[in-house]
């Protein structure tokens, strides 16, 4: 993944620009999708996959995952289905009918037979990255779709990507179409209440970014807190899962110690052999911040706390997509004292909030029956 904006601005105006002159005269294969990630095999490019695959789409068109990871899935893919690095994903990109994205993109201009597909990987609550919006220009031509999640998000998702109405179609996340399946076999032990922690990134020297200062692995509680906020936990019979986002570095907090309080890096969580979203559909409460992955919480009407150390500085800097005193239909968490009564809460059913929750679920997501991937096969034009 190339994070240097100017560079990225050169290749779009060079290499690729010839590439997309290219792109025109290479024939289309009406069977071949080409499934691209940078960030690795996982979010909707995965479940979309999943869904391919358990519905024998594999039998009838050859499909291409240009993921970075690859390696781990080349020996053992189906069959007609190839693993490949990123950057031979653009020889894939010339020859597929069917492209989809969901962590970045080829900047190639379609053809008008080509159906190209950006997915993303959240609805927006939060601003928008600068290392996005100043390599977005004209971004139409990249594009046959871009997806909202609603009507409401279209306008949102046009300034975001810089496309022009017509390149936004209404699907929501391919990922939580298994909150509707049977739910995963999970070993998580027995426990009163199972609640998910989600905190977003605040700096990340790989993206270049820095939304705002990061003290802490979580707020509220120093590091040297965590094993007796374990303890904590413990005595009220609740288990707590800190799944840390991938660019969040913990390697100098031993972490692997305690019973009730299970903190995971992105690259633990990947080697526990748990799927995040069938993983959430069993827990009975989420914590977040100014994460989107709330707006899909909201689809399983469970409890949602939101933690506030820094919104005003997270303001200032990355800023928000949305009014965020209207889009947070949860417990608004300030303090530890705070956290401990959400988690009293969860641990009695005390819910306060659930009309909130689905005022809001209305307005962000206009599909609830668990069919995105459907409806994502459709858009391109997959039979």
Known sequence: MIKNVV????????VFKAVSVLNKSVPKKDNQILLYSDLGFRDNIKYLYEYLI???YNERYEIVCAVKGYEDFEDTAPHNVSFVRPSKGIFAYLRSMHVFYCFGKLPIHTTKQQKVIQMWHGTSFKGFATNQTQTSANASSFYTYVYASSPYFKPIVERKFNVTPEHVAICGHPRTDVFYQPKANYDLGQYKKIIMWMPTFRQSKRLGQNDTSQQTILPFLQDDELGEFDSYLKQQGVKM?????????????????WQNLMLMTNEEFENSGMDLYRLLNLTDALITDYSSVFYDYLLLNRQIGFTESDVAEYKEHRGFAVDPEKFRPGMRIRTRKDLEQFIQNVISDNDAY??????????????????????????????
């Open 7 to 14: 560079l990225k601005k050169v290749l779009i105006g060079t």
């Open 54 to 56: 358990e519905n024998k």
């Open 241 to 257: 899962i800190v799944k840390l986002h991938p660019m969040q570095d913990v390697s100098k907090v031993k972490h692997n110690q």
């Open 354 to 383: 659930e009309s909130q929750r689905l005022q809001i679920n209305s307005v962000a997501n206009q599909i609830q029956n668990g069919t995105n991937c459907e409806v994502s096969l459709k858009l391109s034009g997959i039979s």
